[in-house]
């Protein structure tokens, strides 16, 4: 019995080394020659190393479903204990051939493996067994039973089996430099330090859990008689046991079993506990090395179902199913047969778990149309909740996309985080910009790699800040982030914990019981309306600047080929040559891209050679859309003619470019068309003439070829017919030259310094000589004019006077380099120097330009800059080129205008979002850095600047400052982050409206998809209305609908109500128009019906009524007119 002098955390602490291990650890807490005087060096006896013959190989690559064959014929030497293995992330095999010993005859025997690394133990057939973790590393596994099958796992004398175990050369968390997200180091080995039998005592087993769990219900109990009671029984159960005696632990147990067999009151509060494992598809390994950290834990947590019958695993990323399907079919036959049981659970519905800060709208959709069609063709069943625990955001369209995709639940955690404002609620309805709505749940925990340790229950249940309405939470349990799953010892402190006094009832559970549980009580649930905004990891905004590049440009043109793919479709039965839609391209091009949206990966967190991997994927997926689309384009161009004035019929010329000047083409609708490939315009040639194309080159320092076909860009574009003379030219479309008044440059003088005025007859910048824009004034016919920036006074040069001021910033994070950037940023800069050469490039008509280059800094880097404005244009652009050598700096632009507004609206997918300008508290502190996509808009009544890119995310705005965060040189976990050449535009586009108007969304699209001009004879389709936007037009997912069926995806952008109409070309018939789900099925129409009426020009028109901010997917079922 406990004696009342004796100071509490004495016992505690006589009982922690009766114990002997913290968090499971079963290496113990203890030096190893102690081990003897604790159960937990006593839970595995009698080691024998020679029982065990060792060789081992070193294949080039991974395992991927070995046969025996394969595995016996790899070419095996001798290993030893206390060699050393490598480099990094290399994979070596070891076959062990093992002899029961007559010492372990009738005993339940383990093999115990150290490698300090990952591995995998495979039968003799070359069937995945189990995952193990060796090392300190607090998810340790470092055993596996040698007879899982048999009763009590015990072998025979003289009983021979052969094992093979794969190691890959890093540790849970990879191998990083004196810490975990440090970058690796590229050269280690790793030492096998055990390879053994030994005889584990299950009787040791049970009584070290049973005192564990007293151990911590002493510990994190509430102070009172039961806590006091915890304490006294694991102290008299430490008098009772002599370790080392078996014979006495049964007696330790009984005395346990008296606090232990108290059962739950029915008021107490119920835990859903779910066995989990969050795997980061790449992090601080490569992507090459997770389908292996993938079939490690799966085994693992197969192995566990088989152990403990009422536990449920939850697994979320079709992604990661399909490389454990391709890896090994035999682990596959088992997660099958578990799935349809109800005990592996498939949660999520998505490819991967996406960052949703980057990504575009479509891809977000994109990723549950690939991934849900993944588990109901390989289940037969859908996901109903949309699983992201870890991820660094939500914008707020995400509700509606989970509803439009089969979803009505959504877990996350990841907002327990949250630097500055702890988020309100556990168990919530959140609703998304145009009013859908979807259950949610942060699990109380504030974890999703829970141990099932006392206090992780107790906080579960007692941090649930909704639990007046609904008593219970959900708990999820097991290693994660590397991977590994739930561990025995888990399961164990669970089965205790199920229904005991003073602590929270533990039950399996699936996340739909739980959510079903709740939809009950919805309405009394609190709401959040709008997006989730992360407190912290801002920088992930613009860390890896040249993968979110490559992702925005991957994305513009898979859709790109989508439209011309869908188009060559159907002009290609014009000729009776069918075109074949490249169905097979495009999915395994977005399952690219779509891959690497995972939520480390596109936003810059993770080692550098993951950023290898995407490099070349993005360049896999851009190569094979431009052979795509040059395929696409031909056949349209063969299937549309042109006809002469004399009769004669011939194949169109064309000139596939990426024009520069919208405005050097007539403008007919907002729309997708086969005469410009582009969202913004058309060009129509009069009366079906022939056309050849005349391009003015623009130099090669500016241009580029971008994603898309490889062609000349071009800065003005004028169409003559084909047989004109060279000096009797008469355009067909209008001559931009002869129609407009031309932009101007012009150089002037002032108190000794050099500016220049670039202006056309809507707008006026001037820019000094040294880069910075001093003064952006806007005009209209009127007379009217206004000033947008504020001007630098005198002769003084400050940072906050005028734009296109380019600005370091000291960027040291508080806790995570890659992912962080801090709000005490702004307080330490420095203004990159005065550009010293200006040129002047282009002087009109139709653009003038302006090339500075600026001194390089102190750490080496160097900025050159062309400066451009169109004739019809307001918006000035600043085409970009940076070599980057800094170290712990961000790079912001600066302009300072002259508006005042309480709010900016930054463009999200598929709508916008309004921040505050202010610092008011808290919750406006926290958001000073946000996402925003392609424009970020400050406007007051009728007046307002969008500041737009091309390829950048990370906004600041505060009261008339607008910045744009340009690049970072974070250090970790990859030393070598965005160092070297960058180009990106960005561009300021003063405006009369007041946001929402469609100016900035034009210009913004305008300068995100450059056209792809094609000249043929008949427009696609297009969509008449102001706030309206066609999102995708493609052929339907599924294969027997593909032949007639065009998706058609649309949606509103500004906010407003109204009647949209999509109107197709004449020479289609529309047989059928239905509304389908974002997944492609059909349903009833929920904000109208549908009208389809005829046009007076014989195209077919389609009402499509719509809501704020929603999206709407229409089926349309189409036919050539003969």
Not at 111 to 122: G, I, K, P, Q, R
Not at 432 to 448: E, F, I, K, N
Not at 558 to 585: C, H, M, Q, W
């Amino acid at each position: 019995m406990a004696q009342h002098y004796k100071n509490e955390d004495i016992t505690k602490a006589r009982v922690r080394v009766f114990l002997g291990w913290d968090h499971f650890n079963p290496k113990g807490n203890v030096a190893p020659g102690r081990m003897d005087q604790n159960l937990c060096g006593r839970l595995w006896t009698c080691h024998d190393r020679k029982a065990v013959k060792l060789s081992v190989a070193s294949p080039a690559k991974q395992l991927r479903a070995p046969s025996p064959e394969y595995l016996e014929s790899l070419e095996y030497r001798e290993a030893r204990i206390g060699e050393s293995f490598g480099p990094t992330f290399s994979t070596h095999v070891f076959r062990l051939n093992i002899t029961v010993p007559a010492s372990m005859h009738n005993q339940p025997i383990h093999l115990l493996w150290d490698s300090n690394s990952e591995a995998l133990v495979l039968s003799e057939k070359g069937n995945p067994m189990q995952g193990l973790v060796g090392g300190d590393h607090w998810a340790r596994r470092a055993d596996y039973p040698l007879f899982p099958d048999r009763p009590h796992g015990v072998g025979h004398s003289g009983e021979t089996i052969i094992l093979y175990i794969e190691i890959s050369c890093n540790g849970l968390f990879g191998a990083g430099r004196g810490g975990d997200i440090e970058p690796p180091q590229r050269d280690r080995c790793f030492e096998l330090e055990e390879c053994c039998l030994a005889i584990f005592d299950s009787s040791a087993w049970d009584l070290i859990h049973d005192v564990t769990l007293l151990s911590g219900l002493a510990e994190h109990l509430p102070e009172g008689p039961r806590r006091a009671r915890a304490l006294q029984t694991a102290n008299e159960v430490v008098n009772a046991v002599e370790v080392g005696t078996k014979s006495t632990y049964e007696s330790g147990r009984r005395i346990a079993a008296k606090f232990l067999d108290c059962r739950n009151g029915s008021s107490q509060s119920r835990v859903y506990s779910m066995l989990h494992s969050h795997i980061d598809l790449a992090w601080l390994w490569p992507m090459a090395s997770t389908p292996s950290k993938g079939v490690r834990t799966f085994a693992t947590q197969l192995r566990l179902l088989e152990r403990f019958p009422d536990s449920i695993f939850v697994q979320s990323q079709a992604q990661l199913y399909d490389w454990v399907k391709s890896s090994y079919p035999s682990l596959w036959e088992e997660v099958c047969k578990r799935v349809r049981e109800g005990r592996f659970v498939p949660v999520g519905g998505s490819w991967v778990e996406m960052d949703c800060n980057i990504p575009s709208g479509e891809s977000l959709i994109r990723q549950f149309v690939v991934g849900q069609a993944f588990f109901q063709r390989n289940f037969g069943l859908r996901c109903k909740e949309f699983w992201l625990p870890d991820t660094f955001g939500y914008c707020g369209q995400l509700p509606q996309i989970m509803r439009g995709c089969g979803i009505d639940y959504f877990l996350t955690q990841k907002l327990s985080w949250n630097l500055f404002n702890k988020f309100p609620h556990s168990t919530f309805v959140w609703e998304g910009l145009d009013g859908s709505q979807v259950l949610a749940h942060m699990p109380p925990a504030d974890t999703y790699n829970a141990q099932a340790f006392p206090e992780e229950v107790m906080r579960t249940a007692n941090k649930n800040k909704d639990a007046a309405v609904h008593n219970s939470a959900i708990m999820l349990v097991g290693h994660g982030d590397g991977g590994g799953g739930a561990s025995p010892a888990m399961l164990e402190s669970m089965k205790r914990m199920h229904d005991l006094d003073g602590v929270p009832k533990v039950e399996f559970s699936t996340p739909e019981k739980f959510f079903e549980g709740v939809k009950s009580k919805q309405h009394d649930l609190p709401r959040w309306v709008g997006e989730l905004y992360f407190e912290l990891h801002r920088g992930t905004y613009t860390n890896q600047a040249r993968t979110k590049q490559s992702n925005r440009q991957c994305e513009n043109a898979l859709r790109d080929l989508e439209l011309v793919g869908t188009i060559a479709v159907l002009a290609s039965r014009r000729t009776g040559k069918e075109f074949s839609y490249p169905a097979s391209t495009l999915a395994e091009c977005w399952k690219l891209v779509l891959k690497n949206c995972f939520h480390d990966t596109l936003p810059g967190s993770c080692i550098g050679e993951v950023y290898e991997e995407t490099t070349r994927d993005y360049a896999l997926v851009t190569g094979e859309c431009t052979l795509e689309i040059e395929k696409a384009v031909t056949s349209i161009s063969e299937a549309f003619t042109a006809t002469y004035s004399n009769g004669d019929s011939r194949a169109a010329k064309r000139l596939k470019t990426q024009a520069t000047e919208r405005e050097s083409l007539s403008h007919d609708q907002h729309s997708f068309n086969t005469v410009l490939l582009h969202r913004g315009a058309a060009c129509k040639p009069q009366n079906d003439l022939p056309v050849v194309f005349e391009a003015k080159q623009s130099p090669d320092f500016f241009f580029s070829s971008g994603v898309g076909v490889q062609t000349t860009r071009m800065s003005a574009v004028t169409c003559y017919p084909e047989n004109a003379s060279t000096t009797n030219k008469k355009p067909l479309v209008r001559s931009i030259v002869a129609s407009i008044e031309p932009a101007t440059v012009a150089c002037q003088e002032e108190n000794g310094q050099m500016r220049y005025v670039l202006a056309n007859r809507f707008v006026k910048a001037t820019i000094s000589a040294t880069g910075h824009m001093s003064s952006l004034i806007l005009l209209d016919e009127s007379g009217r004019h206004r000033e947008a920036l504020v001007q630098t006074a005198g002769k003084a040069k400050s940072e906050i006077d005028g734009g296109n001021r380019l600005v370091l910033y000291d960027d040291v994070s508080q806790f995570w380099c890659a992912w962080d950037t801090e709000v005490y940023s702004f307080e330490k800069k420095s203004v990159i120097g005065n550009a010293v050469g200006c040129e002047v490039v282009d002087e009109g008509p139709l653009r003038v330009s302006l090339h500075f280059t600026y001194p390089s800094t102190e750490a080496g880097t160097t900025v050159r800059q062309l400066v451009s404005l169109r004739a019809e244009s307001t918006r000035v652009d600043f085409r970009t080129d940076v070599d980057w050598k800094e170290s712990r700096k961000i790079l912001r632009v600066l302009f300072n205008t002259r508006v005042k507004a309480p709010f900016a609206s930054y463009n999200s997918q598929f709508g916008f979002v309004r921040r505050p300008t202010t610092f008011n508290h808290s919750w406006e502190i926290a958001k000073f850095e946000a996402v925003g996509h392609q424009y970020c808009d400050l406007s007051e009544h009728q007046f307002g600047i969008a500041l737009l890119n091309d390829c950048k995310y990370g906004y600041s705005v505060r009261d008339n400052t607008m910045r744009l965060s340009l690049l970072r040189a974070s250090k970790s976990p990859d030393d070598s982050a965005d160092m070297g050449m960058h180009r990106m535009t960005y561009s300021i586009l003063p405006h009369w409206e007041s946001f929402p108007t469609r100016t900035v969304l034009d210009e913004a699209a305008d300068l995100n998809w450059p056209p792809l001009l094609n000249q043929v004879r008949h427009a696609c389709a297009g969509a008449r209305l102001y706030n309206f936007i066609i999102s995708a037009i493609k052929q339907a997912e599924q294969a027997e609908q593909q032949t007639n069926n065009v998706v058609v995806r649309m949606y509103e952008a500004m906010g407003a109500r109204g009647l949209a109409q999509l109107s197709c070309p004449s020479g289609l018939t529309v047989s059928t128009v239905q509304e389908c789900n974002m997944l492609e099925d059909t349903v009833s129409m929920s904000t109208g019906t549908l009208s389809v009426a005829e046009s007076t020009q014989g195209s077919c028109v389609i009402g499509v009524p719509f809501t704020p901010f929603q999206i709407r997917t229409i089926m349309l079922t189409l036919a050539v007119r003969e």
